[in-house]
């Protein structure tokens, strides 16, 4: 007779993702507005990124990093979007074991890229504003180069443990994900091995990096408000704020939205599990689609370029 123990189980090769598993009628209307917005976030960062690539004005470090944070806001979206749009339009919830883990992989890492890439760019500004006259010896080519480097060593050795713990996992029999992504927890809990490691390591490296990264940022910030103060100039003062206008702008909306995402996590509880689950996809949308708007409008030089290109075409 077969045992009904959980060794004797199969393991599990693929996972069922189930979006909204309280109102699954949502995915009908969320569709549209998440295909726009996707389109959207392509179409601006592609702009942004070419308009970078071919306005030779452009080529100095503080876009090139611009260049680094759109290209980690496709990626993030690329990731998450077209499988939950596959989900919708064509009920396609299967998701292999690897592409699961994959996906997971990319969450955690490039969400700590974008925030160590705003870390940078507050560096940049700090520099440009407190130290202009050493801004071109010390903020080169070189710099961009090494601090791309350090943002993706950092966060993706970092992350990648997240993703080899939960892939260890013993998955006895259950492989429905009450998510639309493969997140940690929504996967890790399906296991029937301990996940108390794997959920206190995501929490200490998670608020690890983001933590440090948002310090540092309102350090820059400080001392950048420290020093506009002293501007006697007329005028000067709002004209160094002004550089610093976008990419404050960014970091408060990606700080907020992200605020806002764990704050409902802590309190499923007391709110629909559905909520949580529909922040979560928009957190990975929405900025990617904000960010090369905010920029394209306030920069003089961006918007210039982008002119100049269309009038090329």
Same mark, same amino acid.
């Given at each position: ?22 109102? $699954? ?42 260049? !680094? ?33 994959? $996906? ?37 080519? $070189? ?108 970091? !408060? ?5 992200? !605020? ?17 689950? !529909? ?24 918007? $210039? ?9």
């Amino acid at each position: 007779m077969a045992s009904h123990s959980n060794y004797s189980t199969p393991p599990v090769s693929e996972f069922i993702l189930i979006c909204f598993p309280n109102y $699954q009628s949502w995915q009908h209307w969320l569709s549209l507005p998440l295909s726009l917005l996707l389109l959207l976030a392509m179409g601006a960062n592609a702009i942004l990124l070419i308009t970078i690539w071919l306005e030779a004005s452009l080529h100095e470090p503080m876009y090139y990093l611009l260049s !680094l944070l759109s290209l980690l806001d496709m990626v993030l979206c690329l990731t998450v979007i077209p499988k939950v749009l596959a989900i919708f339009w064509f009920d396609v919830r299967s998701i292999g074991f690897f592409p699961c883990f994959l $996906q997971m992989f990319i969450m955690n890492s490039f969400l700590t890229m974008e925030s160590c890439t705003f870390m940078v760019m507050a560096y940049d500004r700090y520099v440009a504003i407190c130290k202009p006259l050493h801004y071109p010896s010390i903020i080169t080519n $070189q710099f961009v180069a090494r601090a791309t480097i350090f943002v993706v060593a950092r966060n993706a050795l970092a992350s990648l443990p997240v993703p080899i713990l939960s892939a260890r996992l013993r998955y006895c029999a259950e492989n429905i994900i009450k998510n639309c992504i493969c997140t940690n927890l929504s996967v890790s809990k399906l296991s029937c091995d301990d996940i108390t490691f794997n959920r206190l390591y995501q929490f200490v490296a998670g608020w690890t990096l983001l933590g440090s990264d948002l310090i540092l940022i309102l350090l820059s910030y400080s001392f950048i408000l420290k020093a506009v103060l002293r501007i006697k100039v007329e005028g000067a003062a709002a004209k160094a704020l002004s550089t610093c206008g976008s990419h404050f702008i960014l970091i !408060l909306f990606f700080s907020t939205v992200l !605020l806002v995402l764990v704050i409902t996590n802590l309190a499923r509880k007391r709110i629909p599990p559905d909520i949580p689950i !529909l922040l979560n996809i928009l957190h990975h949308l929405i900025p990617p689609a904000l960010n090369p708007i905010v920029y394209g409008v306030r920069t003089k030089e961006i918007k $210039q370029g982008i002119q100049k290109m269309i009038r090329r075409l």
